[in-house]
T-cell receptor, first 110, second 114 residues
Framework: SQQGEEDPQALSIQEGENATMNCSYK?????LQWYRQNSGRGLVHLIL?????REKHSGRLRVTLDTSKKSSSLLITASRAADTASYFC??????????FGPGTRLSVLP | EPEVTQTPSHQVTQMGQEVILRCVPI?????FYWYRQILGQKVEFLVS????????KSEIFDDQFSVERPDGSNFTLKIRSTKLEDSAMYFC????????????FGPGTRLLVL
């Protein structure tokens, strides 16, 4: 599989529920970043976690990183309809170029 | 809050024509990038640019593509002799300096080659 693979590919939940998306990667990284993309729009940076960090919080977002398993998860708590979007992880090696995964399409139903 | 801007938002062109996609990175940023996203697929790295030269490019970025920073504000991607498979969303991104790891993306230019 390729660097930065997310799963699930699609996730549908009810408003108020938590959404968890996972990302796996293959090579060593400097940091891993999560981005959001609303349909047909640009990428919005959500959160960055460095390779020496294990967990990070930002508002309703919680990101974990397990470098031994080469995986990361993004948790969105108390989801809202406005969270409906595609979520991408991007791994950043020491050359600072991003490798994006295929993304998880999250649908939050009202 | 400063942001990366891109023009045009949409571009339709005939196969074989040349297109120039324009980006204005955030003003104090030093590193610039182009990515593309074919419909329904992942975002792919094309090229990075620093100190007026290409610092890294992917396999996608062949002789058909070129980048330029013609003045102090614009960063352009030129695609010569466009092909049908060049149809995609093209994103520009910029990064402040080596101490900042976040890249800030523009809204993208949707290119359609007919």
């Amino acid at each position: 599989s390729q660097q930065g693979e997310e799963d699930p590919q699609a996730l549908s939940i009810q408003e108020g529920e938590n959404a968890t998306m996972n990302c796996s990667y293959k090579t060593s990284i400097n940091n891993l970043q999560w981005y959001r993309q609303n349909s047909g729009r640009g990428l919005v940076h959500l959160i960055l976690i460095r390779s020496n960090e294990r967990e990070k919080h930002s508002g309703r977002l919680r990101v974990t990183l397990d470098t031994s398993k080469k995986s990361s998860s993004l948790l969105i708590t108390a989801s809202r309809a406005a969270d409906t979007a595609s979520y991408f992880c991007a791994t950043v090696g020491y050359g600072q170029n991003f490798v994006f995964g295929p993304g998880t399409r999250l649908s939050v139903l009202p | 809050e400063p942001e990366v801007t891109q023009t045009p938002s949409h571009q339709v062109t005939q196969m074989g024509q040349e297109v120039i996609l324009r980006c204005v990175p955030i003003s104090n940023h030093l590193y610039f990038y182009w990515y593309r996203q074919i419909l329904g697929q992942k975002v792919e790295f094309l090229v990075s640019f620093y100190n007026n030269e290409i610092s890294e490019k992917s396999e996608i970025f062949d002789d058909q593509f070129s980048v330029e920073r013609p003045d102090g504000s614009n960063f352009t991607l030129k695609i010569r002799s466009t092909k049908l498979e060049d149809s995609a969303m093209y994103f520009c991104a910029s990064r402040q300096d080596t101490s900042q790891e976040t890249q800030y993306f523009g809204p993208g230019t949707r290119l359609l080659v007919l």
